[in-house]
């Protein structure tokens, strides 16, 4: 009985000791898919030269995980700024941007230069792959596109 | 038997015990007033051996500077407000360490927070504001609230007013320049720098101003103390070697705007982060010249005609006392004056790092507060360690985004304790010292 009441005491204590030592769930993960056997998409090649571009154009701010740097660079993953209208992300690109801008609630405040020198190309390719990448599912954007508002800025 | 598991038993009641008291020790009851018990995994942090941290604050929202007044009420400067309240003010009235009472004033944003004789300081972007203290009032009267300095340029970047005082009713105000190097088109590969650089009339330099003067203004009042650095967060009057001391952010992308001159590995490294002892009208060369500290020497900026080896008009400008890595973000500097830690840490530098973003496809890196010894004159006496880290909790920092805790401001507390705030989610650490003063 005395060794069951000590035992008792310990688990108490031990309990409360661990306690704040438990890591909480980290609600800004999302959940992990599951692997499931499938046959092995094809890879659009528009978003394998994409992904090259970004690496080239556009990772040093925005990152390789695509949601840029707290404060500075806004995000590209889960925002209407990229998976909305895509002639208003086109000029972004080709105009820049800078001061504050609110994203998913957060506000940022960088510089996103004008990147003109880039062909159409090299844009509908980067913006593909954005569309395509970080949890985004959206269309993929083509050159006539880019060159259809870069005619109009 | 049983008489032996008891034994046992009693001897692990014991153990677990002292553990949950976390690392008290039989010295610190020998030494006066205990200090509160650190947290029994120091907050989430690491520190170096013999000290321990407890969380006094939390979730207080983006913070930015902090400072303590003589009764260890603490006040944290929001960069954002968090409901219409941009200051807190914290106290503990129980003597637990945990900050248990709060309150918030001051509807703007902005990073700079101080005292000053008996009056609060804080700044927005484009101004300093300060408010009196009353003695025993943890809040001040808000209405009391005057502007001193106004008419800092409104700019994006680089654009906290952080601020210091000396000891002759002066502050110093860091304004930082508002791009990286000044580019005729900013940050566009291929455009030259502006020479001369229009940005360092009324920006990229410290300003003194009276410290008790309202209504004053950058351009009738401010005296251009120092000139040519680009972004100052990190400053602190030496009240021991009477001078004032500064780092600077570093230039970004050296490899993205002259990818023929500088690596990717080579950008994620320099330029150093400079550490300034300040004289009046120093000019550091900024945006003309960075500083390469493995050669220990400036050179031209490519934006002005820099090929990694000239040294043209950089030649003869001051030096910094020392290069930290490049793109860590220095964000906050104090000079330890109390006496809880071992007197090694006496007149040394608590330097606040934020941490990278500028270091892709590399790691980042910084995320941590550093030690740099120093002696009373302000001479740096030996090697910079690694003083707490562990903020972003994870093991490598891919991306800014993966930190969960940044180190952006540093304050001393009446004890000697030091207090680091954090930009993320606004937790507020208090170190102390329990090991044996004898190191």
């Known amino acids: 009985m005395r060794i069951f009441g000590i035992f008792l005491v310990l688990g108490i204590i031990w309990i409360s000791c661990t306690e704040e030592k438990q890591a909480k769930p980290d609600q800004t993960q999302s959940p992990k898919t599951e692997v499931k056997k499938e046959e092995p998409k094809e890879v659009d090649p528009r978003v394998v030269e994409g992904e090259d571009n970004y690496k080239k154009h556009c990772m040093t701010c925005h990152m390789k995980d695509g949601y840029g740097v707290p404060n500075l ?17 086109i000029s972004i690109v080709l105009e820049g941007r800078t001061g504050e801008m609110e994203v998913n609630g957060e506000v940022y405040n960088g510089v996103m230069i004008p990147h003109n020198h880039l062909s159409d190309q090299e844009i509908a390719t980067i913006l593909t792959y954005v569309r395509a990448s970080f949890g985004n599912k959206s269309s993929p954007i083509m050159e006539e596109e880019v060159a259809s508002v870069r005619a109009q800025i | 038997m049983l008489r032996n598991y008891s034994l046992i038993l009693i001897s692990l009641f014991s153990f677990l015990l002292y553990a949950c008291e976390g690392s008290k020790t039989a010295e610190q009851e020998e030494k006066g007033p205990a200090l509160p018990v650190a947290d029994i995994d120091n907050g989430g942090i690491q520190l170096s051996d013999g000290f321990g941290a407890m969380v006094v604050a939390d979730t207080l929202g983006i913070a930015g500077h902090i400072v303590l007044d003589d009764e260890g009420d603490l006040y944290v400067k929001l960069r954002r407000t968090k409901n219409e309240e941009g200051i807190i003010a914290l106290r503990d009235s129980d003597g637990d360490g945990k900050m248990d009472i709060q309150q918030g004033f001051g509807n703007y944003n902005g990073t700079g927070i101080d005292i000053h004789e008996n009056y609060l300081y804080a700044s927005t972007d484009v101004a300093i504001h300060r408010y009196k203290l009353a003695p025993g009032e943890l809040l001040p009267d808000t209405s009391s609230m005057e502007t001193l300095i106004s008419g800092f340029p409104d700019q994006g970047q680089h654009a906290s007013k ?49 410290a008790n003067e309202a209504g004053q203004t950058q351009k009738e009042n401010g005296y251009k103390y120092a000139t040519g650095i680009r972004n100052a967060m990190a400053l602190d009057w030496n009240h021991s070697s009477n001078g004032l001391f500064a780092l600077q952010h570093g230039r970004d992308d050296l490899h993205r705007l002259a990818e023929e001159l500088y690596t990717e590995k080579d950008n994620s490294v320099l330029p150093g982060e400079e550490f300034f002892q300040i004289d009046q009208d120093d000019d550091f060369g900024w945006p003309y010249c960075y500083f390469d500290q493995f050669k220990g020497e400036k050179f031209l900026n490519p934006e002005y005609g820099g090929d990694r080896e000239r040294q043209g008009r950089c030649e003869g400008i001051k030096k910094p006392i020392f290069g930290f890595p490049g793109h860590l973000a220095p964000n906050d500097l104090i000079f330890y004056q109390g006496d809880q830690f071992p007197s090694k840490y006496k007149n040394g530098a608590f330097i606040a790092f934020h941490g990278s973003w500028n270091r892709a496809p590399e790691p980042q890196g910084g995320y941590f507060v550093v030690f740099l010894p120093m002696d009373a004159s302000g001479k740096i006496t030996g090697e910079w360690e690694i003083f707490a880290e562990g903020f972003p909790q994870v093991e490598t920092v891919e991306s800014p985004r993966d930190a969960v805790y940044r180190p952006v401001g540093l304050a001393e507390g009446p004890d000697g ?6 930009s993320r989610k606004g937790r507020i650490w208090r170190i102390m010292y329990y090991g044996s003063k004898e190191v």
Request: net charge negative; glycine share 6%; hydrophobic share 30%.
């Open chain 1, 73 to 89: 660079n806004p995000p590209l993953a889960e925002t209407e700024w990229v998976n909305g209208n895509k002639d208003t992300l």
């Open chain 2, 417 to 422: 304790s030091l207090y680091i705030s954090d």
């Open chain 2, 162 to 210: 952080t601020f210091v005082f000396d000891d002759n009713n002066n502050i110093y105000v860091n304004v930082g320049a508002p791009s990286n190097a000044c580019q005729e088109k900013m940050r566009q590969v291929g455009s030259p720098g502006l020479d001369p650089c229009p940005q360092l009339e009324y920006q990229a330099g410290i300003w003194r101003f009276n």
